[in-house]
C-alpha cells in the first residue's frame, strides 16, 4: 500500500513566522502535490511537482512556495504565516505524469495561525 | 473555466440506496475520480471513470455520461460506517495528472 505521511497532524503557529510542513511517500512516486481544505470551498490545489526540483503552481500559490529536492519528499512552506492560512493541509502523491492512477493521500495537518 | 457541482449534503437510512450526483464542465475530460473522506480522515480512492457507462465495486457502483458531463455515485446497502464526505474530482488534461475537486457532498445515515 501507499504510505504518505505528514510531519504533524496539529501545529499552531504565530501570525509572521515561517512555517514547514513536510510530506514524504514510500512509493517512488513522480507527482506530489499540496492542497488545503476548507468548509464549503473543497480541496484547492496550492502547488504541485511532477520531478525533483521542478515546481508549478496551482490554483492559489499566493503566499506559498515548495521543496522538492529528493523524489520522497515535498515540502510547504508558508513564507510569512498570516490567519487566512488557517487550514487542513493535505499532501497527496500519484504515479507518473499523464497517468491515471489516483493520487494517495497522508491524514492532513491542520494548521493555526494566531 | 472549471466547475463541478455536487449537493452539499444528503440523509439517506441504513440498509437503503442512495445516488450522490456530480455535473462537471471543465476545459477537457479525461476521466473522472470518487473519493471518500471520513471527518478528520485523509480521503480514500473508490472509483475512476473514463468511459461511458457503469463500473460496480461491491456496495459502490459510479456512472458515467461523458456528453452530459455527468457522473453518480452508487452506494446500496448503506451502513452507519458510510457516513462520510464524497469527493467527485475530473481530470481535465490528458497531460498531467492535475485533477479538480468538487466541494464535496456530506452523506449522513440514520438508523
Known amino acids: 500500500d501507499v504510505k504518505v505521511t505528514q510531519s504533524s497532524r496539529y501545529l499552531v503557529k504565530r501570525t509572521g513566522e515561517k512555517v514547514f510542513l513536510e510530506c514524504v511517500q514510500d512509493?517512488?512516486?513522480?507527482?506530489m502535490f499540496w492542497y488545503r481544505q476548507d468548509p464549503g470551498l473543497g480541496l484547492r490545489l496550492i502547488y504541485f511537482s511532477y520531478d525533483v526540483k521542478m515546481k508549478e503552481k496551482g490554483d492559489i500559490p499566493e503566499g506559498y512556495s515548495v521543496s522538492r529536492e529528493k523524489k520522497e519528499r515535498f515540502s510547504l512552506i508558508l513564507e510569512s504565516a498570516s490567519t487566512n492560512q488557517t487550514s487542513m493541509y493535505l499532501c497527496?502523491?500519484?504515479?507518473?505524469?499523464?497517468?491515471?492512477?489516483?493520487?494517495?493521500f497522508g491524514d492532513g495537518t491542520r494548521l493555526s495561525i494566531l | 473555466g472549471q466547475n463541478i457541482d455536487q449537493p452539499t449534503e444528503m440523509t439517506a437510512t441504513e440498509g437503503a440506496i442512495v445516488q450522490i450526483n456530480c455535473t462537471y464542465q471543465?476545459?477537457?475530460?479525461?476521466?473522472l475520480f470518487w473519493y471518500q473522506q471520513h471527518a478528520g480522515e485523509a480521503p480514500t480512492f473508490l472509483s475512476y471513470?473514463?468511459?461511458?457507462g457503469l463500473e460496480e465495486k461491491g456496495r459502490f457502483s459510479s456512472f458515467l455520461s461523458r456528453s452530459k458531463g455527468y457522473s453518480y455515485l452508487l452506494l446500496k446497502e448503506l451502513q452507519m460506517k458510510d457516513s462520510a464526505s464524497y469527493l467527485c474530482?475530473?481530470?481535465?488534461?490528458?497531460?498531467?495528472?492535475?485533477?479538480?475537486f468538487g466541494s464535496g457532498t456530506r452523506l449522513s445515515i440514520r438508523p
Open positions: 471513470n473514463v468511459l461511458d
Open positions: 474530482a475530473v481530470r481535465p488534461y490528458s497531460s498531467a495528472s492535475k485533477i479538480i
Open positions: 512509493m517512488d512516486h513522480e507527482n
Open positions: 471543465t476545459s477537457g475530460f479525461n476521466g
Open positions: 497527496a502523491s500519484s504515479l507518473s505524469r499523464g497517468s491515471n492512477q489516483p493520487q494517495h
